[in-house]
């Protein structure tokens, strides 16, 4: 990685709607000093014994204290933040883009979407009113404690709002990277085998609600709700499952409820 | 493939502690990975050596140490070996019990001159 400029893996762009991506310089040759020396062993100072360095620490502590300090910022000004993860295509922004329809005059609403690339997502938050940024991970999977932090300070989200940060659509890294939100929201839909959860279990394990989508499609499909149900409190006892239709808005009204009772919790 | 980044912030804990030290070659790193981690120790070792190119821990020997997962039964306490979510309790049939190892993701030391 670059310490000089931060560019290259891991340095995400966050970027609000109509913005140029403008200091995108790509991966091309730039030198860096400091970190990166060649060491070939041709030289003739004397070696110092190796020792050895207790480090102990976790790999992923530096996140989870910096998701810790989301969650504190959070919790001081009553912001209610939802993690929405799922597989590609799940249905996360179109989730978002009906409840801003329906619900945007009872809550406000802030999002931040994360996707790779492309400001698609962003784009179609924008359309329905809501102020948006968009956080492209480039090569990264997942969102971090870090790009949320910063993407909140260009949001300046207001007291008393309800937090959606859309990450990647990728079931696996997203579990292990807090970013400290209030609860995680796994996604599934009909057209997913209903094993997700047992494929998944990190992801499962670690949320709060499931919600399963597209529901209008179960007539044509073989997706059995059931099993689905059954396979994520097994991983999950916890889980709190919710089926509805983004499309259809059936089952819509569970979703809201449970906003709202997370809004008073 | 998430064992990148995690691979990614491996090398950036190492350099830290290596700059602190004062350190010019680490010569071995050694990592700790737990069993119910969500990191699988080969897909790691096999993205250290692209993480660690053109950094201090270039050339320094990986060395990994695998934890095996460990529950507690919440329900009659007794504690055995799992390896996923799923195992309920050998003794009395409760589902989920609390993992208590297994969970480890940690950098453990550094071998520096
Ligand atoms: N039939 C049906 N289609 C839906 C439903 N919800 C979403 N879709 C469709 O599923 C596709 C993907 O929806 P998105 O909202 O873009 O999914 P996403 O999870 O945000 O996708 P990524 O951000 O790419 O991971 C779109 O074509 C939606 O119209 C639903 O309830 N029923
Ligand atoms: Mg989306
Ligand atoms: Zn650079
Ligand atoms: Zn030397
Ligand atoms: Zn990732
Ligand atoms: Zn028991």
Not at chain 1, 182 to 205: A, H, N, Q
């Amino acid at each position: 990685m670059c310490d000089t400029c931060g560019c290259g893996q891991g340095k995400a762009t966050i970027l609000k709607p109509g913005e140029e991506n403008s200091k995108n310089h790509g991966k091309t040759t730039h030198t860096h000093d400091g970190e990166t020396h060649t060491h070939d062993h041709s030289h003739s100072h004397d070696h110092s014994h190796p020792r050895k360095v207790k480090i102990e620490q976790d790999v992923l502590g530096k996140n989870n204290l910096l998701a810790e300090r989301n969650r504190g910022f959070f919790q001081a000004k009553n912001i209610l933040a939802l993690n929405l993860v799922s597989s590609p295509g799940s249905g996360k922004t179109s989730l978002l883009e009906r409840t801003i329809k329906e619900k945007g005059k009872e809550l406000t609403f802030f999002i931040i979407e994360g996707d790779q690339q492309t400001m698609n997502d962003a784009n179609r938050i924008a359309k329905v009113g809501a102020p948006v940024v968009q956080v492209n991970t480039g090569e990264g999977c997942h969102l971090d404690a870090d790009m949320v932090n910063r993407a909140v300070q260009r949001l300046e989200v207001a007291d008393k709002a309800v937090l959606m940060i859309e990450n990647v659509g990728n079931l696996v890294c997203p579990a292990m990277f807090d970013l400290g939100e209030s609860s995680r929201v796994v996604i599934i839909s009909t057209t997913e085998g209903e094993d997700k959860p047992l494929k998944y279990p990190y992801m499962f394990r670690s949320s709060n609600l499931c919600i399963i989508n597209k529901t209008d499609l179960l007539p044509y499909l073989d997706f059995d709700v059931e099993k689905a149900r059954e396979y994520a409190l097994q991983i999950n006892p916890d889980l709190k499952i919710i089926e509805l239709s983004v499309k259809s808005g059936e089952g819509m009204d569970q979703w809201y409820d449970w906003l709202k009772q997370e809004m008073k919790d | 493939m998430h064992e990148f980044s995690i691979a990614v912030n491996i090398v950036e804990i190492a350099t830290d502690y290596a700059g602190r030290e004062n350190a010019k070659v680490v010569k071995e790193i050694e990592i700790e990975v737990g069993e119910l981690s969500g990191v699988v120790v080969d897909a790691l070792e096999f993205c250290m050596e692209a993480a660690v190119k053109d950094s201090i821990l270039e050339g320094a020997e990986t060395s990994i140490s695998f934890v095996p997962g460990k529950a507690r039964c919440n329900a009659c306490s007794h504690e055995f070996e799992v390896h996923d979510f799923l195992t309920v309790c050998p003794s009395c049939n409760t589902p989920a019990p609390e993992v208590i190892e297994g969970r480890e993701l940690r950098v453990k030391s550094l071998l520096v001159e």
